[in-house]
Protein backbone atom coordinates (compact mmCIF):
# COMPACT_ATOMS: atom_id res chain seq x y z
CA UNK A 1 0.00 0.00 0.00
CA UNK A 2 1.12 3.59 -0.67
CA UNK A 3 2.58 5.96 1.77
CA UNK A 4 1.44 9.49 0.82
CA UNK A 5 4.15 12.33 2.09
CA UNK A 6 3.05 15.54 2.99
CA UNK A 7 5.18 18.56 2.81
CA UNK A 8 7.25 16.86 0.47
CA UNK A 9 9.62 19.46 -0.50
CA UNK A 10 10.27 20.56 2.48
CA UNK A 11 13.82 20.00 4.57
CA UNK A 12 12.37 17.27 6.40
CA UNK A 13 9.61 15.70 3.76
CA UNK A 14 11.89 15.65 0.81
CA UNK A 15 14.04 13.01 2.86
CA UNK A 16 10.77 10.92 4.21
CA UNK A 17 10.31 11.03 0.59
CA UNK A 18 14.19 9.55 -0.51
CA UNK A 19 14.37 7.19 2.48
CA UNK A 20 11.34 5.41 2.06
CA UNK A 21 11.96 5.31 -1.52
CA UNK A 22 15.24 3.74 -0.90
CA UNK A 23 13.74 1.32 1.25
CA UNK A 24 11.26 0.23 -1.49
CA UNK A 25 7.86 1.59 -0.09
CA UNK A 26 5.95 2.51 -2.50
CA UNK A 27 5.38 5.92 -2.40
CA UNK A 28 3.55 9.32 -3.42
CA UNK A 29 4.61 13.03 -2.90
CA UNK A 30 2.31 15.60 -2.17
CA UNK A 31 2.70 19.07 -3.64
CA UNK A 32 0.45 22.10 -4.17
CA UNK A 33 2.62 22.73 -7.35
CA UNK A 34 3.79 19.22 -8.39
CA UNK A 35 4.82 20.40 -12.23
CA UNK A 36 7.59 22.58 -10.72
CA UNK A 37 9.32 19.62 -8.79
CA UNK A 38 10.90 16.32 -9.75
CA UNK A 39 10.71 13.09 -7.23
CA UNK A 40 12.81 10.21 -6.87
CA UNK A 41 13.09 7.35 -9.11
CA UNK A 42 10.02 5.16 -8.60
CA UNK A 43 8.13 8.27 -6.43
CA UNK A 44 4.89 9.47 -7.45
CA UNK A 45 4.50 13.23 -7.40
CA UNK A 46 0.23 14.40 -6.34
CA UNK A 47 -1.39 17.47 -6.58
CA UNK A 48 -3.10 18.60 -3.30
CA UNK A 49 -3.38 22.31 -0.48
CA UNK A 50 -3.49 20.54 3.30
CA UNK A 51 -5.61 24.18 3.42
CA UNK A 52 -8.27 22.62 0.75
CA UNK A 53 -8.94 18.98 2.13
CA UNK A 54 -11.10 18.20 -1.09
CA UNK A 55 -8.13 18.51 -2.91
CA UNK A 56 -6.80 15.32 -1.24
CA UNK A 57 -9.11 12.69 -2.27
CA UNK A 58 -7.46 11.65 -5.53
CA UNK A 59 -3.80 11.38 -3.54
CA UNK A 60 -5.41 9.30 -0.93
CA UNK A 61 -6.70 6.44 -3.23
CA UNK A 62 -4.97 3.20 -2.01
CA UNK A 63 -3.00 5.31 0.70
CA UNK A 64 -2.17 2.92 3.75
CA UNK A 65 -0.13 5.91 6.17
CA UNK A 66 0.10 9.19 5.46
CA UNK A 67 2.86 11.90 6.63
CA UNK A 68 1.49 14.98 7.45
CA UNK A 69 2.78 18.99 8.72
CA UNK A 70 0.68 21.14 10.41
CA UNK A 71 0.93 23.79 8.56
CA UNK A 72 -0.41 25.40 4.85
CA UNK A 73 2.22 27.86 3.91
CA UNK A 74 3.15 29.97 6.76
CA UNK A 75 0.18 29.61 8.62
CA UNK A 76 -1.12 26.92 10.77
CA UNK A 77 -3.78 24.51 9.31
CA UNK A 78 -7.26 24.94 10.74
CA UNK A 79 -8.55 21.89 8.31
CA UNK A 80 -7.39 18.92 10.99
CA UNK A 81 -10.80 17.52 11.12
CA UNK A 82 -11.22 17.55 7.34
CA UNK A 83 -8.21 16.06 6.30
CA UNK A 84 -8.16 13.20 9.15
CA UNK A 85 -12.00 12.24 7.75
CA UNK A 86 -10.62 12.22 4.66
CA UNK A 87 -7.45 10.26 5.51
CA UNK A 88 -10.09 7.74 7.30
CA UNK A 89 -12.29 7.16 4.78
CA UNK A 90 -9.84 6.63 2.03
CA UNK A 91 -8.50 3.23 5.04
CA UNK A 92 -5.09 5.18 6.65
CA UNK A 93 -3.58 3.13 9.63
CA UNK A 94 -0.90 4.98 10.34
CA UNK A 95 -0.21 8.97 10.21
CA UNK A 96 2.79 10.78 11.48
CA UNK A 97 2.99 14.57 12.36
CA UNK A 98 6.36 17.12 11.86
CA UNK A 99 4.50 18.96 14.79
CA UNK A 100 5.27 22.27 16.63
CA UNK A 101 5.66 23.60 20.20
CA UNK A 102 1.74 23.98 20.06
CA UNK A 103 -0.82 21.15 19.65
CA UNK A 104 -2.36 21.99 15.95
CA UNK A 105 -5.96 21.25 14.43
CA UNK A 106 -4.29 18.37 13.18
CA UNK A 107 -2.92 16.91 16.11
CA UNK A 108 -6.56 17.27 18.03
CA UNK A 109 -8.48 15.86 15.11
CA UNK A 110 -5.81 12.69 15.15
CA UNK A 111 -6.42 12.22 19.18
CA UNK A 112 -10.04 12.32 18.61
CA UNK A 113 -9.68 9.77 16.05
CA UNK A 114 -8.90 5.51 16.03
CA UNK A 115 -5.82 6.41 13.20
CA UNK A 116 -2.65 5.54 14.96
CA UNK A 117 -0.83 8.71 15.38
CA UNK A 118 2.82 9.68 15.89
CA UNK A 119 4.19 13.16 16.43
CA UNK A 120 7.21 14.39 15.75
CA UNK A 121 8.69 17.26 17.92
CA UNK A 122 12.39 17.98 16.76
CA UNK A 123 14.17 20.47 18.23
CA UNK A 124 16.42 23.18 16.07
CA UNK A 125 17.16 21.81 13.01
CA UNK A 126 20.62 21.85 11.78
CA UNK A 127 20.04 22.80 8.52
CA UNK A 128 19.03 26.40 10.15
CA UNK A 129 22.88 26.51 9.90
CA UNK A 130 22.74 27.20 6.17
CA UNK A 131 21.27 30.76 7.36
CA UNK A 132 24.83 31.78 8.21
CA UNK A 133 26.03 31.23 4.23
CA UNK A 134 25.98 34.97 3.10
CA UNK A 135 27.83 36.33 6.46
CA UNK A 136 30.15 33.71 6.10
CA UNK A 137 30.89 34.08 2.35
CA UNK A 138 31.50 38.31 3.39
CA UNK A 139 32.90 38.13 6.45
CA UNK A 140 33.65 34.78 7.66
CA UNK A 141 31.30 34.98 10.62
CA UNK A 142 28.28 33.67 11.70
CA UNK A 143 25.83 36.08 13.43
CA UNK A 144 23.72 34.58 16.05
CA UNK A 145 21.39 35.98 18.77
CA UNK A 146 21.52 34.38 21.99
CA UNK A 147 23.94 32.60 23.90
CA UNK A 148 22.17 29.11 24.61
CA UNK A 149 24.02 25.67 23.49
CA UNK A 150 21.67 23.84 20.67
CA UNK A 151 21.07 19.84 20.56
CA UNK A 152 20.24 20.73 16.78
CA UNK A 153 19.09 17.69 15.05
CA UNK A 154 19.73 16.62 11.24
CA UNK A 155 16.50 16.53 9.17
CA UNK A 156 17.56 12.93 8.01
CA UNK A 157 17.13 12.05 11.64
CA UNK A 158 13.64 13.28 11.69
CA UNK A 159 12.93 11.66 8.44
CA UNK A 160 14.11 8.09 10.07
CA UNK A 161 11.67 8.61 12.70
CA UNK A 162 8.99 9.44 10.60
CA UNK A 163 9.67 6.50 8.41
CA UNK A 164 9.50 4.20 11.06
CA UNK A 165 6.65 5.35 12.82
CA UNK A 166 4.92 5.19 9.24
CA UNK A 167 6.52 1.29 8.31
CA UNK A 168 6.67 -0.11 11.58
CA UNK A 169 4.44 -1.28 14.29
CA UNK A 170 4.63 -0.04 18.07
CA UNK A 171 4.53 3.76 17.43
CA UNK A 172 1.21 4.82 17.55
CA UNK A 173 0.31 6.89 20.51
CA UNK A 174 4.24 8.12 20.85
CA UNK A 175 5.19 11.77 21.45
CA UNK A 176 8.43 11.77 20.05
CA UNK A 177 11.36 14.57 20.91
CA UNK A 178 14.29 14.37 18.77
CA UNK A 179 17.30 15.67 19.21
CA UNK A 180 20.73 15.85 17.72
CA UNK A 181 23.19 13.40 20.05
CA UNK A 182 25.40 16.37 21.21
CA UNK A 183 24.54 19.96 22.64
CA UNK A 184 26.63 22.72 20.66
CA UNK A 185 27.21 26.34 21.66
CA UNK A 186 27.47 28.90 18.31
CA UNK A 187 31.50 28.56 18.83
CA UNK A 188 31.24 25.07 18.95
CA UNK A 189 29.64 24.88 15.50
CA UNK A 190 31.54 27.98 13.96
CA UNK A 191 34.61 25.50 14.92
CA UNK A 192 32.89 22.32 13.16
CA UNK A 193 31.67 23.75 10.11
CA UNK A 194 35.15 26.05 10.21
CA UNK A 195 36.98 23.07 9.71
CA UNK A 196 34.60 21.50 6.99
CA UNK A 197 34.79 24.31 4.60
CA UNK A 198 38.30 24.71 5.43
CA UNK A 199 37.97 28.32 6.90
CA UNK A 200 38.17 29.84 10.28
CA UNK A 201 34.68 31.21 11.32
CA UNK A 202 34.16 33.86 14.48
CA UNK A 203 31.19 34.54 16.24
CA UNK A 204 28.87 37.61 16.52
CA UNK A 205 26.47 38.19 18.60
CA UNK A 206 23.69 40.31 17.32
CA UNK A 207 22.06 42.85 20.04
CA UNK A 208 17.82 42.98 20.50
CA UNK A 209 17.54 45.54 18.24
CA UNK A 210 19.66 43.93 15.36
CA UNK A 211 17.97 40.44 15.79
CA UNK A 212 14.22 42.45 15.77
CA UNK A 213 15.45 44.12 11.99
CA UNK A 214 17.10 40.78 10.94
CA UNK A 215 13.49 39.54 11.58
CA UNK A 216 11.51 42.43 10.38
CA UNK A 217 13.88 42.34 7.25
CA UNK A 218 12.56 38.62 6.62
CA UNK A 219 8.79 40.21 6.64
CA UNK A 220 7.72 38.49 10.25
CA UNK A 221 5.07 40.05 11.64
CA UNK A 222 5.78 41.91 14.91
CA UNK A 223 4.44 39.66 17.17
CA UNK A 224 6.30 36.85 16.03
CA UNK A 225 9.48 39.28 16.00
CA UNK A 226 8.90 39.12 19.58
CA UNK A 227 8.38 35.83 19.87
CA UNK A 228 11.80 35.35 18.12
CA UNK A 229 13.47 37.09 20.72
CA UNK A 230 12.01 35.48 23.35
CA UNK A 231 13.05 32.65 22.01
CA UNK A 232 16.20 33.87 21.46
CA UNK A 233 16.53 35.21 25.46
CA UNK A 234 15.03 31.89 27.05
CA UNK A 235 15.01 29.14 24.43
CA UNK A 236 13.38 26.38 26.22
CA UNK A 237 15.60 23.64 28.08
CA UNK A 238 14.67 20.72 26.03
CA UNK A 239 16.37 22.16 23.22
CA UNK A 240 19.23 21.72 24.78
CA UNK A 241 19.92 18.58 26.41
CA UNK A 242 20.39 15.51 23.82
CA UNK A 243 18.01 12.87 23.72
CA UNK A 244 18.27 8.82 22.83
CA UNK A 245 15.03 8.86 20.85
CA UNK A 246 17.11 8.52 17.39
CA UNK A 247 18.92 5.49 18.93
CA UNK A 248 16.13 4.40 20.70
CA UNK A 249 13.46 4.39 17.26
CA UNK A 250 15.60 3.79 14.17
CA UNK A 251 18.43 1.23 16.04
CA UNK A 252 21.06 3.65 15.09
CA UNK A 253 23.39 7.09 16.77
CA UNK A 254 21.93 10.50 15.72
CA UNK A 255 24.33 12.36 12.58
CA UNK A 256 26.45 14.82 14.22
CA UNK A 257 26.65 18.09 13.10
CA UNK A 258 30.31 17.52 11.60
CA UNK A 259 28.29 14.95 9.71
CA UNK A 260 26.32 17.10 8.33
CA UNK A 261 28.50 20.03 7.88
CA UNK A 262 30.54 17.65 5.81
CA UNK A 263 27.29 16.73 3.58
CA UNK A 264 26.52 20.61 3.35
CA UNK A 265 30.27 21.92 2.82
CA UNK A 266 29.41 22.96 -0.63
CA UNK A 267 26.81 25.10 -0.31
CA UNK A 268 29.13 27.55 1.50
CA UNK A 269 31.61 28.17 -1.10
CA UNK A 270 31.17 31.78 -3.52
CA UNK A 271 30.60 29.31 -6.27
CA UNK A 272 27.00 28.00 -5.02
Known amino acids: MTILV ?3 TGTVGSEVVRQLAEAG ?3 RALSRSPERHTAPAGVELARGDLAVPESLVPALEGVSALHLITFGGDEPLTTGPELVELARRA ?15 VERALRASDLGWTWLRPVEFMANSLWWKDTILSSGRIEVFGDSPSAAVHEA ?17 QNYLITG ?12 LGEAIGKQLTVRRLSEEEERAKLRSYGYAEEDVEFGIELGKNPPEVGMVPQPTVHQVTG ?5 FAQWAAEHAGKFTAST
Not at 157 to 173: C, F, K, Q, W
Not at 181 to 192: G, H, K, N, Q
Request: hydrophobic share 40%.
Open 157 to 173: DIAAVAVAALTEDGHAG
Open 6 to 8: AGA
Open 91 to 105: GVRRVSVLSGWEESS
Open 252 to 256: RPGRT
Open 181 to 192: PESLTAEDRARV
Open 25 to 27: HPV
